[in-house]
């Protein structure tokens, strides 16, 4: 009859024969762990706006976009603070870089959630060529379709954290929606009607 090694032993030999197999087992595990809780405890942002320029933005002048229009935006996901989030699909600095800005910009194009975007002429022709942009009467440049914010106290405060910055034109649309495949999304409507008065209000302080 085979001898019964004691627990104590058990583990001895476990961890001699399998330390590196544990030892795998528990980073991944552990990375697991950490991915899971990352996604449970983020919190969407109250709004998006996609911005796509045909050169890089810097950190400063991301978190100045961000900073001006949360001063028009109300706490839409009840978290206690207005989050608008800007999120870069500006020219990549490498080929590779580039493909995945192109693919960023894409994908937030198909998801449907995202209604603003702010462009310079390039981006705008390229995404016109797709008639993304809905023509609104509030909208003064583009025949319906854009702002032009270069000179506005958005522009100023960009200009602000890096200087010249907003040296062109750039501007700010709304996307279509109204017959689309997007009209039939419950949020999809309902987030095109948030990001509308936010956009209004913005525009309200540039025309004072």
């Known amino acids: ?26 980073i991944i595990a552990l990375a697991l762990i950490i991915g899971c809780t990352q996604c449970a405890m983020r919190v969407e942002p109250d709004y998006k706006i996609v911005l796509s320029l045909s050169k890089q933005a810097p950190d400063t002048v991301i978190d100045a976009m961000s900073d001006y229009f949360e001063q028009f935006g109300e706490d839409i996901n009840g978290d206690g603070q207005v989050k608008v989030d800007i999120v870069d699909a500006c020219v990549g600095y490498t080929q590779d870089a580039q493909a995945a800005q192109s693919t960023k910009l894409m994908a937030e194009m198909q998801y449907g959630q995202t209604m603003l975007f702010i462009t310079d002429d390039s981006y705008y022709d390229r995404l016109m060529k797709f008639e993304v942009f809905e023509s609104v009467d509030w909208l003064p440049d583009k025949d319906g379709t854009a702002y032009n914010w270069r000179d506005t106290p958005l522009a100023d405060a960009v200009n602000a954290v890096y200087e010249n910055y907003i040296s062109h034109d750039v501007y700010i649309s709304k996307r279509v929606v109204a017959g689309t495949d997007f009209e039939k999304i419950e949020s999809s409507v309902e987030s095109e009607k948030q990001s509308v008065e936010l956009l209004k209000k913005a525009i309200a302080d540039w025309e004072k």
């Open 1 to 26: 009859m085979k001898q019964k090694l004691p627990l104590k032993e058990k583990i001895a030999n476990i961890w001699y024969y399998y330390k590196l197999h544990i030892f795998i087992g528990s």
